[in-house]
C-alpha cells in the first residue's frame, strides 16, 4: 500500500474512533453507591461562548476543590460527609450541544444535581429533558424571563439562581432615567423635562428579546420620559456590527443600550466610536462584567456604563466584600486571572448545592429539590434581597441588589475599570458624561 | 430616519469592505474547485488560520499587520500544500463523499489544533491606523478599510497576472479547462493541483489578516460562516469563475449590509441566501457559469 494511502486510512481511522468514542461511553454507577456527590456542569466550553464557559467551569472547580477541602458534603442518609465531583458538560454553546450535553450528563453519568447554563436559548432548549428527568437543577444564566416563567413544561426541579431581564432591565432604565437623562439634559442645556433617547441593540435570541422587552414595559408602566427610537436585532455571535451603528446613528439616539455576550459587545464598542466616529454613551449588560470584556474593548470601552452584580475590579463595600476579594484572590491563585460574573454565580450555585444538599439528607433527587425550594442561606459575593439567597416561590428565582459600574481607563493596566456608579448606596463615585459624548439632536 | 446620500454611500462603503473579504475566500475556493473540482468545506478554517498565524506573527515581531501579509500567505500557502498532498489528493476521483468527510475532519482538527496552542478565548490585535480617519465630505471613511479594498485588489490584479502571463498560471489555467489535454501535453497536473490548493489558501489566508486587521475578533470556531459564505458566493457567481466570485462576493457583501440597514442585523444571512436561490433559479449555472457540454 502506498504510503499516502497508509495516512489516509489512518486518519479515516482517527475520525470513526472519535466519532464513535462519543457515543461508547461507560456508564456511571449512582453516587450513593460510589460515595460521591456527583454534579454535572453545563458549560459553553466551546463555541461563541467559550470564554463564560471557561469562566463557569474554573468557578465551579473552585468552589468544589475548597468543599472537598473542608471534607466534603455530609449526608446524614449515609451517616459521613462525600466530595464533590464535577462532570463537565459542554453545550457547545448550542442549542444542540446543550441538549446531548445534558441528557449525557443525567443518563450516562447519572449526576444528582446540575450548575450552570449560560445562553437563554442554550437553557430552553435543554429545559425538557431537566423536566422529564426530574434533576435538580440550579442554573446561573439564562436570565430571559420566558426561560423561568415558562408554563409548556415542568420547571419545578429548576432554580434560578440570577436576575431575569425584567430585574436587570429595570435596574438599568432607572438609572438611566435617575442619573443618565438629568447629566445629558443639564450638561447640554436642555430642557429637563426633555426625554432620553435611547438605541437598543439587541441579540435575537430570548436573552435580547427578554430585555428588549423589560425595557420597554418599565417605560411603559413607570411613565418615564424616556424614548425607545431604534430596535436593531444582530444574530448571536455576529462581529461586524459597522451598518447596525450606521443605521442607529441616524436615528439620533442620547445613548445606546446594548444586550450582547462579551464577544459582542467588544467589536460592537470598538466600531462605535472607531469606525462609526458613533460619539455616544454605551450601557451593557451585567454578563459582560467579564476580565476578558476589559482586555479586549481596551481604550474603546472608556466611560461606557454596565448594569452588574458581580465586578472583578469594582468590589462593593459591605458584608460581601471579604468573601468577594476572597474568592477573586482563590480564584487568581488557582487560574492566574480574575473570574467575571458567570463565574461567580456558578461557584456560588456549588455551594447552594451543598448547602441544599446537606439539609436533604440525602441524595434523593425530590428531597434535594424540596430542599432547594425552601433554601435559606446567608448571601456570599452577590448582594442578595434581605442578605439571604432563597428562591422565590413561584418561579423559583433569587433576588438581588443590582448596581451600575462606569469604566474609565487606568493607565497602568492600559485597560479600562469598573467604579461602582449607582445606587446611592453603593457608589464609589458619580457618574461623569465622558467629554467626548455627543447627545443626540434635541 | 433621515436617509441621507452619506449614510447611504457609509453602509455601500462597509458593503465594499465586507466584500473584500468575501472575495479573497471565495476566489481561492473557485480556484480550487476550478483545477481540482473538490469541495473543500475546511476552506474557512483557513481563514481562521489566517487570523491566528496574523495575530502569532504581530505579538512576537510587533510589526505593522499589513506587513505580516507577507508571513501569513506563504504560511497558508505551505499549509495549503500539505494538506492536499496528505489529504485531497489520496481521494481524488473517489467520489465526493469521501471529499465532504475528509474536509470536515479537517475543521476539527484545525478548529483543536489552534485552541490547544492559542486557547479558545476571542482575540483581536490592533491596527496602527485604527484612529486614522480619511474625510471625504460628508463621508469619513476610516483608513483601515481604504487600506484593506487596496490590499485586495492589488491582491486580484496580481493573481490576475500570475494566471495570464506567468508558464504556471497558464498551467493552472489549462487544467482547469481540460484536465486530460494538459496532461497530454506534459503539465504536471499533481503538482498544479498541489500549487493550486495552496494558492487558495493563501488567498485565505490573506483574507484572515484583513478580518484581524479590521479590528473584528475571531476565536477557532469562527472560520464556518464565513466558509459557508464563500460557497454561496461561488454558487452564485458560478463555479469555477474568478470574476463570478469576484461579483458575487461584492454582491453577498453589499446586499448583506443594505438588509442589516433596512431589515436589521438578524436578516443579514437569511438574505443572502434569498438572493442565492434566486439567481439560481433564473440562472442555474451562477452569474458567470458555463453549461457543461
Given at each position: 500500500?502506498?504510503?499516502?494511502?497508509?495516512?489516509?486510512?489512518?486518519?479515516?481511522?482517527?475520525?470513526?474512533?472519535?466519532?464513535?468514542?462519543?457515543?461508547?461511553?461507560?456508564?456511571?454507577?449512582?453516587?450513593?453507591?460510589?460515595?460521591?456527590?456527583?454534579?454535572?456542569?453545563?458549560?459553553?466550553?466551546?463555541?461563541?461562548?467559550s470564554?463564560?464557559?471557561?469562566?463557569?467551569?474554573?468557578?465551579?472547580?473552585?468552589?468544589?476543590?475548597?468543599?472537598?477541602?473542608?471534607?466534603?458534603?455530609?449526608?446524614?442518609?449515609?451517616?459521613?460527609?462525600?466530595?464533590?465531583?464535577?462532570?463537565?458538560?459542554?453545550?457547545?454553546?448550542t442549542?444542540?450541544?446543550?441538549?446531548?450535553?445534558?441528557?449525557?450528563?443525567?443518563?450516562?453519568?447519572?449526576?444528582?444535581?446540575?450548575?450552570?447554563?449560560?445562553?437563554?436559548?442554550?437553557?430552553?432548549?435543554?429545559?425538557?429533558?431537566?423536566?422529564?428527568?426530574?434533576?435538580?437543577?440550579?442554573i446561573?444564566?439564562?436570565?430571559?424571563?420566558s426561560?423561568?416563567?415558562?408554563?409548556?413544561?415542568?420547571?419545578?426541579?429548576m432554580?434560578?439562581?440570577?436576575?431575569?431581564?425584567?430585574?436587570?432591565?429595570?435596574?438599568?432604565?432607572?438609572?438611566?432615567?435617575?442619573?443618565?437623562?438629568?447629566?445629558?439634559?443639564?450638561?447640554?442645556?436642555?430642557?429637563?423635562?426633555?426625554?432620553?433617547?435611547?438605541?437598543?441593540?439587541?441579540?435575537?435570541?430570548p436573552?435580547?428579546?427578554?430585555?428588549?422587552?423589560?425595557?420597554?414595559?418599565?417605560?411603559?408602566?413607570k411613565?418615564?420620559p424616556?424614548?425607545?427610537?431604534?430596535?436593531?436585532?444582530?444574530?448571536?455571535?455576529?462581529?461586524d456590527?459597522r451598518?447596525?451603528?450606521?443605521s442607529?446613528?441616524?436615528?439620533?439616539?442620547?445613548?445606546?443600550?446594548?444586550?450582547?455576550?462579551?464577544?459582542?459587545?467588544?467589536?460592537?464598542?470598538?466600531?462605535?466610536?472607531?469606525?462609526?466616529?458613533?460619539?455616544?454613551?454605551?450601557?451593557?449588560?451585567?454578563?459582560?462584567?467579564?476580565?476578558?470584556?476589559?482586555?479586549?474593548?481596551?481604550?474603546?470601552?472608556?466611560?461606557?456604563?454596565?448594569?452588574?452584580?458581580?465586578?472583578?475590579?469594582?468590589?462593593?463595600?459591605?458584608?460581601?466584600?471579604?468573601?468577594?476579594?476572597?474568592?477573586?484572590?482563590?480564584?487568581?491563585?488557582?487560574?492566574?486571572?480574575?473570574?467575571?460574573?458567570?463565574?461567580?454565580?456558578?461557584?456560588?450555585?456549588?455551594?447552594?448545592?451543598?448547602?441544599?444538599?446537606?439539609?436533604?439528607?440525602?441524595?434523593?433527587?425530590?428531597?434535594?429539590?424540596?430542599?432547594?425550594?425552601?433554601?435559606?442561606?446567608?448571601?456570599?459575593?452577590?448582594?442578595?434581597?434581605?442578605?439571604?439567597?432563597?428562591?422565590?416561590?413561584?418561579?423559583?428565582?433569587?433576588?438581588?441588589?443590582?448596581?451600575?459600574?462606569?469604566?474609565?481607563?487606568?493607565?497602568?493596566?492600559?485597560?479600562?475599570?469598573?467604579?461602582?456608579?449607582?445606587?446611592?448606596?453603593?457608589?464609589?463615585?458619580?457618574?461623569?458624561?465622558?467629554?467626548?459624548?455627543?447627545?443626540?439632536?434635541? | 430616519?433621515?436617509?441621507?446620500?452619506?449614510?447611504?454611500?457609509?453602509?455601500?462603503?462597509?458593503?465594499?469592505?465586507?466584500?473584500c473579504?468575501?472575495?479573497?475566500?471565495?476566489?481561492?475556493?473557485?480556484?480550487?474547485?476550478?483545477?481540482?473540482?473538490?469541495?473543500?468545506?475546511?476552506?474557512?478554517?483557513?481563514?481562521?488560520?489566517?487570523?491566528?498565524?496574523?495575530?502569532?506573527?504581530?505579538?512576537?515581531?510587533?510589526?505593522?499587520?499589513?506587513?505580516?501579509?507577507?508571513?501569513?500567505?506563504?504560511?497558508?500557502?505551505?499549509?495549503?500544500?500539505?494538506?492536499?498532498?496528505?489529504c485531497?489528493?489520496?481521494?481524488?476521483?473517489?467520489?465526493?463523499?469521501?471529499?465532504?468527510?475528509?474536509?470536515?475532519?479537517?475543521?476539527?482538527?484545525?478548529?483543536?489544533?489552534?485552541?490547544?496552542?492559542?486557547?479558545?478565548?476571542?482575540?483581536?490585535?490592533?491596527?496602527?491606523?485604527?484612529?486614522?480617519?480619511?474625510?471625504?465630505?460628508?463621508?469619513?471613511?476610516?483608513?483601515?478599510?481604504?487600506?484593506?479594498?487596496?490590499?485586495?485588489?492589488?491582491?486580484?490584479?496580481?493573481?490576475?497576472?500570475?494566471?495570464q502571463?506567468?508558464?504556471?498560471?497558464?498551467?493552472?489555467?489549462?487544467?482547469?479547462?481540460?484536465?486530460?489535454?494538459?496532461?497530454?501535453?506534459?503539465?504536471?497536473?499533481e503538482?498544479?493541483?498541489?500549487?493550486?490548493?495552496?494558492?487558495?489558501?493563501?488567498?485565505?489566508?490573506?483574507?484572515?489578516?484583513?478580518?484581524?486587521?479590521?479590528?473584528?475578533?475571531f476565536?477557532?470556531?469562527?472560520?464556518?460562516?464565513?466558509a459557508?459564505?464563500?460557497?454561496?458566493?461561488?454558487?452564485?457567481?458560478?463555479?469555477?469563475?474568478?470574476?463570478?466570485?469576484?461579483?458575487?462576493?461584492?454582491?453577498?457583501?453589499?446586499?448583506?449590509?443594505?438588509?442589516?440597514?433596512?431589515?436589521?442585523?438578524?436578516?443579514?444571512?437569511?438574505?443572502?441566501?434569498?438572493?442565492l436561490?434566486?439567481?439560481?433559479?433564473?440562472?442555474?449555472?451562477?452569474?458567470?457559469?458555463?453549461?457543461?457540454?
Open positions: 500500500m502506498k504510503r499516502t494511502n497508509v495516512i489516509s486510512v489512518f486518519l479515516a481511522a482517527c475520525l470513526i474512533l472519535l466519532v464513535l468514542g462519543t457515543g461508547c461511553t461507560q456508564q456511571q454507577a449512582p453516587s450513593a453507591q460510589s460515595g460521591e456527590v456527583k454534579i454535572g456542569v453545563v458549560a459553553s466550553m466551546t463555541g461563541a461562548a470564554t463564560t464557559g471557561k469562566d463557569i467551569w474554573q468557578s465551579a472547580e473552585l468552589a468544589a476543590d475548597e468543599i472537598n477541602a473542608m471534607g466534603g458534603v455530609r449526608i446524614d442518609s449515609l451517616g459521613k460527609s462525600v466530595p464533590i465531583r464535577l462532570i463537565q458538560g459542554d453545550d457547545e454553546s442549542r444542540e450541544g446543550g441538549m446531548k450535553a445534558v441528557s449525557k450528563l443525567i443518563t450516562q453519568d447519572n449526576v444528582d444535581l446540575l450548575v450552570g447554563g449560560y445562553s437563554s436559548a442554550v437553557v430552553s432548549a435543554h429545559q425538557s429533558i431537566v423536566a422529564e428527568n426530574k434533576v435538580p437543577y440550579i446561573s444564566g439564562g436570565s430571559s424571563s426561560v423561568s416563567h415558562r408554563n409548556d413544561l415542568d420547571t419545578s426541579y432554580f434560578f439562581h440570577r436576575p431575569n431581564t425584567d430585574d436587570s432591565g429595570e435596574a438599568s432604565i432607572l438609572f438611566i432615567d435617575e442619573v443618565v437623562r438629568p447629566a445629558v439634559n443639564a450638561k447640554f442645556g436642555f430642557p429637563a423635562e426633555r426625554p432620553l433617547k435611547v438605541a437598543v441593540i439587541y441579540q435575537d435570541s436573552f435580547g428579546k427578554g430585555q428588549l422587552d423589560a425595557v420597554k414595559n418599565v417605560i411603559k408602566a411613565s418615564l424616556i424614548e425607545v427610537v431604534a430596535e436593531e436585532p444582530f444574530k448571536m455571535g455576529e462581529s456590527f451598518t447596525v451603528l450606521t442607529v446613528k441616524a436615528k439620533n439616539p442620547d445613548m445606546i443600550y446594548s444586550v450582547t455576550f462579551l464577544n459582542e459587545l467588544v467589536p460592537l464598542t470598538q466600531q462605535a466610536r472607531r469606525d462609526v466616529n458613533f460619539n455616544t454613551l454605551i450601557m451593557a449588560i451585567e454578563n459582560n462584567d467579564d476580565p476578558d470584556y476589559y482586555k479586549g474593548v481596551g481604550t474603546y470601552g472608556d466611560g461606557m456604563v454596565m448594569e452588574s452584580r458581580f465586578s472583578p475590579y469594582a468590589v462593593p463595600k459591605g458584608s460581601t466584600e471579604v468573601a468577594t476579594r476572597q474568592f477573586l484572590s482563590n480564584f487568581d491563585k488557582k487560574y492566574g486571572g480574575f473570574a467575571g460574573m458567570m463565574g461567580a454565580a456558578t461557584y456560588e450555585s456549588i455551594y447552594i448545592a451543598k448547602e441544599a444538599i446537606e439539609k436533604a439528607g440525602s441524595l434523593e433527587k425530590a428531597k434535594v429539590r424540596d430542599s432547594l425550594a425552601n433554601l435559606a442561606m446567608p448571601q456570599m459575593m452577590e448582594i442578595m434581597k434581605g442578605g439571604t439567597i432563597q428562591f422565590s416561590p413561584d418561579f423559583r428565582e433569587s433576588k438581588f441588589d443590582l448596581y451600575v459600574v462606569q469604566l474609565s481607563m487606568d493607565q497602568a493596566s492600559g485597560e479600562p475599570r469598573p467604579e461602582i456608579v449607582w445606587p446611592k448606596n453603593l457608589e464609589a463615585r458619580g457618574f461623569v458624561l465622558p467629554d467626548w459624548y455627543t447627545p443626540g439632536t434635541s | 430616519m433621515d436617509v441621507s446620500i452619506s449614510i447611504l454611500s457609509q453602509v455601500a462603503f462597509w458593503g465594499l469592505y465586507s466584500g473579504i468575501y472575495i479573497l475566500l471565495a476566489t481561492g475556493l473557485n480556484l480550487i474547485f476550478g483545477v481540482m473540482k473538490i469541495v473543500n468545506f475546511a476552506h474557512g478554517e483557513f481563514l481562521m488560520l489566517g487570523t491566528y498565524i496574523t495575530f502569532f506573527l504581530f505579538v512576537i515581531t510587533g510589526f505593522n499587520p499589513y506587513v505580516l501579509l507577507i508571513g501569513s500567505i506563504p504560511i497558508l500557502i505551505g499549509i495549503g500544500v500539505i494538506v492536499e498532498r496528505l485531497f489528493r489520496p481521494i481524488l476521483g473517489t467520489g465526493k463523499l469521501n471529499e465532504i468527510f475528509i474536509s470536515l475532519g479537517l475543521i476539527y482538527i484545525f478548529q483543536n489544533l489552534v485552541a490547544m496552542v492559542w486557547t479558545d478565548e476571542w482575540r483581536s490585535i490592533k491596527s496602527p491606523f485604527a484612529d486614522m480617519t480619511i474625510d471625504l465630505g460628508p463621508l469619513q471613511l476610516p483608513l483601515d478599510y481604504l487600506i484593506i479594498i487596496v490590499v485586495t485588489i492589488v491582491i486580484l490584479v496580481s493573481l490576475y497576472i500570475f494566471l502571463k506567468t508558464p504556471i498560471g497558464k498551467a493552472i489555467r489549462a487544467t482547469s479547462q481540460n484536465r486530460k489535454g494538459a496532461m497530454l501535453m506534459g503539465i504536471d497536473v503538482k498544479i493541483n498541489m500549487l493550486t490548493f495552496g494558492i487558495g489558501a493563501g488567498l485565505a489566508g490573506a483574507a484572515g489578516t484583513l478580518w484581524a486587521v479590521s479590528g473584528q475578533v476565536n477557532p470556531y469562527m472560520g464556518s460562516i464565513p459557508i459564505k464563500g460557497f454561496a458566493i461561488i454558487i452564485l457567481g458560478g463555479l469555477g469563475s474568478i470574476p463570478g466570485a469576484i461579483v458575487g462576493g461584492l454582491a453577498i457583501g453589499m446586499v448583506e449590509n443594505f438588509t442589516a440597514f433596512t431589515l436589521g442585523g438578524s436578516w443579514k444571512d437569511a438574505v443572502s441566501f434569498i438572493l436561490i434566486v439567481v439560481l433559479v433564473l440562472r442555474p449555472t451562477g452569474l458567470f457559469g458555463e453549461e457543461e457540454e
